[in-house]
Each structure stands twice: as C-alpha cells, then as structure tokens.
C-alpha cells in the first residue's frame, strides 16, 4: 500500500500563506482521488479538498477562494496551497486517499499529519 507522508505546516499569521505537500511512497493517484482532511483541538476531522489525477478538485466551502489543491504526478506529490488563513484553519492537516465522488477515506493509514497554527 502506497505510503503517505504529509509537510509544509508551521505558525503563520493571520492572513498569511502556507503550503502543504503530501508525498507519496509510489504512485500517488493509486486511489481513486487524494484527499485533505484537517482535525482541529476537540473537533471531528473533516474534508478540506480533494483532487483526482486528471485534475478535478473540490473543496469545502468555507476554503473556496482561499485554497488550492493541485498535484506534481512526476514528483508523486500533492499541495495544498494555503492564502489568507484564518485562525479558524488551525488544524493537523492530513492526506489520505480517497473515493472522488463523497472524499470518504479508502484507506485507514492516517499518517502523523502536519500542524498548522493560525495566531497573532
């Protein structure tokens, strides 16, 4: 199974710009689409974006217009570039594959993630 490893978080101000990678240990569109989940301190993880290999996105609304989801085949990578965040976008970051049509996970390997932390 094609192993996933997440990078990029950090602290960041308001308003700021981050971008994650999510590199894959072999080909990373070996699932149907990738997918970005985050999971905020007592909250429950939820879908951010997800991107297939022909390069169909969709993210959730609340990012629309300030992320961007896109893929390097060749590198056997996919970002999530970050704009104008907010404090509510502090999260861990995860990837995972996942099923295009609804973004539920197909894989049960959550990786360690990547924190991002949005504060003044």
């Known amino acids: 199974q094609v192993q996933l490893m997440e990078s990029g978080g950090g602290w960041v101000q308001p308003g700021g710009s981050l971008t994650l990678a999510c590199a894959a240990s072999g080909e990373i569109f070996s699932y149907d689409a990738l997918a970005w989940y985050r999971q905020a301190p007592g909250k429950q993880r939820e879908l951010v974006a997800r991107?297939?290999?022909?390069?169909?996105?969709k993210l959730r609304s609340s990012v629309e217009g300030r992320f961007t989801i896109s893929s390097d085949k060749a590198k056997n990578t996919v970002f999530l570039t970050m704009n104008s965040l907010k404090p509510e976008d502090t999260a861990v970051y995860y990837c995972?594959?996942?099923?295009?049509?609804?973004?539920?996970?197909?894989?049960?390997?959550w990786g360690k993630g990547t924190q991002v932390t949005v504060s003044s």
């Open positions: 995972i594959g996942a099923e295009w049509r609804t973004g539920r996970p197909l894989s049960a390997n």
């Open positions: 991107i297939t290999e022909g390069g169909l996105t």
